[in-house]
Each structure stands twice: as structure tokens, then as C-alpha cells.
């Protein structure tokens, strides 16, 4: 039986921290289905690069690379201006982009608290409000890179932890400001791709024991969860799906 899906060519997407990893799978599902891109990146210029060459060899003139410090709110008028003024409208904002690294009690500074609120939180809502008149043009909607361990802290990383906490909430909470035009959901990673630091081989065994399905899932699970929120979901709104094989089913 075929399943009929609605249409996401022609649309538009700005997905940060499209680079590397999570980000970069959301980009490639996304452009699969026919979307135009913004590929926003920090540092990863030579992977930006490579990702929007592969996709334009795939279908011209279908990407945008944008590059930005999301620490600098300043900067996000010109990030959606510059959306604007390539493909003429907005209809879905990804805020993919997060820091992730532990900050024991005792020895967590007021900078590393800085950069992870930062990214994990104050970043997603200022640009969410500076992208907010383009998706109330177009009806559109942001998916928000949530944690489990929003809901179940991750001992040693308590900034980062309350971070993805305030992200869940605000999740919520856009969804209310921004409705009915704009749809505001999050998706919530368990184990899927282990970060580059910051957590041991014994850490990881751990966390897999502890899900329901026993292994790791992949960077497809979480873009199919984001591209189903976005192009099947037309009446889900402030809500978190959990991609974590099970994790958040154990106390």
C-alpha cells in the first residue's frame, strides 16, 4: 500500500549545526524530500562545504551555506535575512546546533555555563524569535534537538542537563507564542552517536544496557523522526518525541 505524504518541495529549511553528525543526516533526509537548505556552521567550513557540494550535485542551486557563532545573538537578523534574500521564505527552522561536555560540581566555571545555556537554550530561542516572521508567513514550524537527559540529568553534567531541560520547555512554551501559525516540536535523543567527549567506552555499555531495544540507534532515526514532524504532524504542537531505543522507560 502506498502512503501518499505531502509535498516538501519548494520549501525551505535552516538547520544549524548542519555540518557534522545529527545535523548533517537532517540536512541530507530534508534535501532528499526535496527542500531547499540553509546549512548553517561555526567552525566547519571545509565540511559545510563538502555537504552543500554533494547536495548541489544532487539538485542545483538547493543549498545556502550560512556561517555564524550562535553565541552572538546579534548575528541572527543577518542569518535570516540572508535565508530571505536567497530563496524568498522560511518554512522550517532546525535548532540542531549544541555543546555538549561535562561540568562536575566543583569545578563547573561561569564561562562553560555561558557557552552551554548558550547554545542549548539561549541561542534556540533568540533565533527562533528573529526566524518567527518568516514561519508565520509560510505556516511553518521548528523542531528543536532536545536530550533525555533533559528529563534525567546526566551525573557530571548538570549545566548541560538544565540546558536541555529549559530547551524541552521551551519547546512548549514557543509553541504557544507561536501558535496557531507556527508548529513548535521537539526531538529527543538517546543514545545515538556518542559525543566526541566526555564520556567513557563503560559509560556507553551502561547507557545501552539500560534501553528497552539493547543497542544504539542511528542519525536516520532522529532525521526520519524530524522529517515526520515537519512534513506528517500538520496537528502536533508542543510536543517531544523520545528517539532513545527505550532509555526513558527505565527509572
Same mark, same amino acid.
Given at each position: 500500500? &502506498?502512503?501518499?505524504?505531502p509535498?516538501?518541495?519548494?520549501? &525551505?529549511?535552516?538547520?544549524t549545526?548542519?555540518?557534522?553528525?545529527?545535523?548533517?543526516?537532517i540536512?541530507r533526509?530534508?534535501h532528499?524530500?526535496g +527542500?531547499?537548505? *540553509?546549512?548553517?556552521?561555526?567552525n566547519s *567550513?571545509?565540511?559545510?562545504r563538502?555537504?552543500?557540494?554533494?547536495?548541489?550535485?544532487?539538485?542545483?542551486?538547493?543549498?545556502?551555506?550560512?556561517?555564524?557563532?550562535?553565541?552572538? @545573538?546579534?548575528?541572527?537578523?543577518?542569518?535570516?535575512?540572508?535565508?530571505?534574500?536567497?530563496?524568498?521564505?522560511m518554512?522550517l527552522?532546525?535548532?540542531?546546533?549544541?555543546?555538549?561536555?561535562?561540568?562536575?560540581?566543583?569545578?563547573?566555571?561561569?564561562?562553560?555555563?555561558?557557552?552551554? +545555556?548558550?547554545?542549548?537554550?539561549?541561542?534556540?530561542?533568540f533565533?527562533?524569535?528573529?526566524?518567527a516572521?518568516l514561519?508565520?508567513? &509560510?505556516?511553518?514550524?521548528?523542531?528543536?534537538? @532536545?536530550?533525555?537527559?533533559?528529563?534525567r540529568p546526566?551525573?557530571?553534567?548538570?549545566?548541560?542537563s538544565?540546558?536541555?531541560? %529549559?530547551?524541552? +520547555? !521551551? @519547546?512548549?512554551?514557543? *509553541?504557544?507564542?507561536?501558535?496557531?501559525?507556527?508548529? @513548535?516540536?521537539g526531538?529527543?535523543?538517546?543514545?545515538?552517536l556518542?559525543p566526541?567527549?566526555?564520556?567513557?567506552?563503560?559509560q556507553?555499555?551502561?547507557?545501552?544496557?539500560?534501553?528497552?531495544?539493547?543497542? *544504539?540507534?542511528?542519525?536516520?532515526?532522529?532525521? $526520519?523522526?524530524?522529517?515526520?514532524?515537519? $512534513?506528517?504532524?500538520?496537528?502536533?504542537?508542543?510536543?517531544?518525541?523520545?528517539?532513545?531505543g %527505550? $532509555?526513558? !522507560?527505565?527509572h
Amino acid at each position: 500500500m &502506498t502512503q501518499n505524504h505531502p509535498s516538501l518541495a519548494g520549501k &525551505t529549511a535552516l538547520v544549524t549545526g548542519a555540518a557534522h553528525r545529527i545535523g548533517a543526516q537532517i540536512l541530507r533526509t530534508l534535501h532528499a524530500e526535496g +527542500m531547499t537548505l *540553509a546549512l548553517h556552521y561555526r567552525n566547519s *567550513a571545509q565540511a559545510a562545504r563538502a555537504l552543500g557540494a554533494e547536495l548541489e550535485t544532487q539538485r542545483p542551486d538547493s543549498t545556502l551555506l550560512v556561517q555564524a557563532d550562535l553565541q552572538l @545573538v546579534a548575528e541572527f537578523p543577518r542569518i535570516v535575512e540572508e535565508v530571505r534574500n536567497r530563496f524568498g521564505r522560511m518554512d522550517l527552522l532546525v535548532n540542531n546546533a549544541s555543546t555538549f561536555y561535562p561540568t562536575p560540581l566543583g569545578e563547573a566555571s561561569e564561562a562553560q555555563w555561558d557557552d552551554l +545555556m548558550g547554545s542549548n537554550l539561549k541561542a534556540p530561542f533568540f533565533l527562533s524569535q528573529a526566524a518567527a516572521p518568516l514561519l508565520r508567513e &509560510t505556516g511553518g514550524c521548528i523542531v528543536n534537538l @532536545v536530550d533525555i537527559y533533559a528529563e534525567r540529568p546526566l551525573k557530571g553534567h548538570p549545566i548541560y542537563s538544565a540546558a536541555k531541560a %529549559g530547551n524541552a +520547555m !521551551l @519547546v512548549k512554551s514557543l *509553541a504557544r507564542e507561536l501558535g496557531p501559525e507556527v508548529r @513548535v516540536n521537539g526531538v529527543s535523543p538517546g543514545a545515538i552517536l556518542w559525543p566526541e567527549q566526555g564520556m567513557s567506552q563503560e559509560q556507553q555499555a551502561r547507557i545501552l544496557k539500560r534501553t528497552a531495544l539493547k543497542r *544504539a540507534g542511528s542519525p536516520q532515526d532522529i532525521a $526520519r523522526t524530524v522529517l515526520f514532524l515537519v $512534513r506528517d504532524a500538520a496537528y502536533i504542537t508542543g510536543q517531544i518525541i523520545a528517539v532513545d531505543g %527505550g $532509555r526513558s !522507560l527505565q527509572h
